[in-house]
């Protein structure tokens, strides 16, 4: 793909233009662009899943995505369902107006009769398995059982090889869905393919992400007392299959030719996790960094941290790692930040990292490979122009991303599932309605 020229001043490299020439993506969805625009409020609707203070990605996402409708389409406009893993309560903001008891599938058949009774035109339901109860969540379907209006899913994983729950589940949301969202490619085919799902169905949205400035990490680095430091950075929920290993096992071989080099871990154990097992996971990581001797050069942020410490973090990184373990992870939106933030990636080959980071946007490393991750850090801390030729083909990419426009197509698949016979024309950039075509193949893996 042809990258948009990026116009750079002589300051810190800060993007003069935050808009740029479209990119190939663009060009192929504007004919007919009809983005759902900003300042009406066409469709009612209600959004069901984690919000914060809840600690866990999907919180992180239906909170950014309801702040990014009320910021488009005025606020007071969005109600949130949310969803409470067991034991827990949390002092949610006003918008949350129900609360289902992720165990008790009563409280589904609650939350649906007060759906129904708010007359909302479309419910957003926000679907990952693990945060609903019954087998492989089974719990929602009592939900969409009794729902009065359209129901527009996004599915945040969306498994190759499920096991005969995961798959029922799967194939009864979409039953009872008008439209699903998915938001890599890759996650479309495997609807198709998999579970048999119409792609006319099926709307690509791309996860959002914050318009962040392209700025040069010493801007940051000197608040968080990283100064004059090389700094590599992975952020996110500590989880054993985030591949931290890798990437501390890497950092012997990168501190023998950048002595300045520091890699920082930034987030709070997974609550999932902490809940079963406590900080043993961190702790492991901490003894693997004595054990090779860079505990001083690995620095761990053990929070979850603000909208607002993020977005220094990340501007810090001179190179973002994400050395995940396993191939089939759908999405990632700490990836998605980092590119948008204009951030230098390594990754592994994992589904949404293989999109996002083709044709030059990134370094792909195999799994579970440390000397693979300190072989491309070397080569990029040690070569500033091809650096920064991989952060602006991130960043112009990114723009597609932004929270803007990720809002308006949400409300044009809302308010096309609320036209309620399923059109085949294009919504307009960046949704896209992916065709069923029977000479798509899965990738191999």
Same mark, same amino acid.
């Not at 996650?187 to 392209?214: A, C, Y």
């Given at each position: 793909?042809?990258?948009?020229?990026?116009?750079?001043?002589?300051?810190?490299?800060?993007?003069?233009?935050?808009?740029?020439?479209?990119?190939?993506?663009?060009?192929?969805?504007?004919? @007919?662009?009809q983005?759902?625009?900003?300042?009406?409020?066409?469709?009612?609707?209600?959004?069901v @899943?984690?919000h914060?203070?809840?600690?866990?990605?999907? /919180?992180?996402?239906?909170?950014?995505?309801?702040?990014?409708m009320?910021?488009?389409?005025?606020?007071?406009?969005?109600?949130?369902?949310?969803?409470?893993?067991?034991?827990?309560?949390?002092?949610?903001?006003?918008?949350?107006?129900?609360?289902?008891?992720?165990?008790?599938?009563?409280?589904?058949?609650?939350?649906?009769?007060?759906?129904?009774?708010?007359?909302?035109?479309?419910?957003?339901?926000?679907?990952?398995?693990?945060?609903?109860?019954?087998?492989?969540?089974?719990?929602?379907?009592?939900?969409?059982?009794?729902?009065?209006?359209?129901?527009?899913?996004?599915?945040?994983?969306?498994?190759?090889?499920?096991?005969?729950? *995961?798959?029922?589940?799967?194939?009864?949301?979409?039953?009872?869905?008008?439209?699903?969202?998915?938001?890599?490619?890759?996650?479309?085919?495997?609807?198709?393919?998999?579970?048999?799902?119409?792609?006319?169905?099926?709307?690509?949205?791309?996860?959002?992400?914050?318009?962040?400035?392209?700025?040069?990490?010493d801007?940051?680095?000197?608040?968080?007392?990283i100064? @004059?430091?090389?700094?590599?950075?992975?952020?996110?929920?500590?989880?054993?299959?985030?591949?931290?290993?890798?990437?501390?096992?890497?950092?012997?071989?990168?501190l023998?030719?950048?002595?300045?080099?520091?890699?920082?871990?930034?987030?709070?154990?997974?609550?999932?996790?902490?809940?079963?097992?406590g900080?043993?996971?961190?702790?492991?990581?901490q003894?693997?960094?004595?054990?090779?001797?860079?505990?001083?050069e690995?620095?761990?942020?053990?929070?979850?941290?603000?909208?607002?410490?993020? /977005?220094?973090?990340?501007?810090?990184?001179?190179?973002?790692?994400?050395?995940?373990?396993?191939?089939a992870q759908?999405?990632?939106?700490t990836l998605?930040?980092?590119? @948008?933030?204009?951030?230098?990636?390594?990754s592994?080959?994992?589904?949404?990292?293989?999109?996002?980071?083709?044709?030059?946007?990134?370094?792909?490393?195999?799994?579970?490979?440390?000397?693979?991750?300190?072989?491309?850090a070397?080569e990029?801390?040690?070569?500033?122009?091809?650096?920064?030729?991989?952060?602006?083909?991130?960043?112009s990419?990114?723009? *597609?991303?932004?929270?803007?426009?990720?809002?308006?197509?949400?409300?044009?698949?809302?308010?096309?599932?609320?036209?309620?016979?399923?059109q085949?024309?294009?919504?307009?950039?960046?949704?896209?309605?992916?065709?069923?075509?029977?000479a798509?193949r899965?990738?191999?893996?």
């Amino acid at each position: 793909m042809a990258v948009p020229d990026t116009s750079m001043n002589s300051q810190p490299n800060e993007l003069t233009l935050r808009e740029t020439k479209p990119s190939a993506l663009q060009k192929e969805l504007m004919p @007919g662009l009809q983005l759902m625009p900003s300042r009406s409020l066409p469709v009612r609707f209600a959004v069901v @899943g984690n919000h914060l203070p809840r600690q866990c990605g999907i /919180a992180t996402f239906t909170t950014d995505l309801c702040d990014a409708m009320d910021a488009e389409y005025g606020p007071g406009g969005t109600s949130v369902v949310a969803i409470n893993d067991p034991e827990s309560s949390y002092a949610y903001p006003a918008r949350v107006r129900f609360e289902i008891d992720e165990g008790d599938i009563s409280s589904y058949r609650a939350a649906a009769s007060f759906l129904n009774a708010t007359h909302v035109d479309s419910v957003s339901l926000q679907h990952e398995y693990g945060i609903f109860g019954g087998d492989a969540g089974s719990h929602v379907l009592e939900l969409l059982e009794h729902l009065a209006m359209p129901v527009v899913t996004t599915l945040h994983t969306v498994l190759r090889q499920p096991d005969n729950h *995961q798959r029922f589940v799967m194939q009864q949301i979409a039953a009872r869905s008008t439209r699903l969202i998915v938001m890599s490619e890759y996650s479309s085919r495997v609807l198709q393919n998999v579970f048999g799902i119409p792609g006319e169905k099926v709307d690509l949205i791309p996860h959002g992400i914050p318009d962040l400035p392209f700025v040069e990490p010493d801007v940051y680095k000197a608040s968080l007392s990283i100064a @004059g430091k090389a700094v590599l950075l992975t952020f996110g929920l500590l989880s054993p299959n985030k591949g931290f290993e890798s990437a501390i096992r890497a950092l012997p071989h990168i501190l023998s030719r950048h002595g300045n080099a520091v890699y920082v871990i930034a987030g709070a154990t997974h609550p999932h996790v902490r809940a079963r097992e406590g900080d043993q996971y961190r702790d492991k990581l901490q003894s693997l960094a004595k054990e090779l001797g860079v505990e001083r050069e690995v620095i761990f942020h053990n929070r979850f941290v603000s909208p607002q410490e993020m /977005a220094s973090l990340v501007g810090s990184a001179d190179i973002y790692i994400t050395p995940y373990c396993h191939e089939a992870q759908a999405v990632s939106g700490t990836l998605a930040y980092a590119m @948008g933030a204009g951030k230098a990636i390594i990754s592994t080959p994992y589904w949404h990292a293989a999109e996002l980071l083709d044709e030059g946007r990134g370094v792909l490393v195999p799994f579970e490979d440390p000397i693979a991750i300190a072989a491309a850090a070397n080569e990029l801390l040690g070569n500033h122009e091809a650096r920064q030729a991989l952060r602006k083909r991130s960043y112009s990419y990114g723009r *597609q991303m932004v929270w803007s426009r990720v809002a308006q197509s949400y409300m044009s698949s809302f308010a096309r599932a609320s036209m309620r016979p399923a059109q085949s024309a294009h919504l307009g950039f960046p949704i896209q309605t992916v065709k069923r075509n029977s000479a798509i193949r899965l990738l191999s893996a």
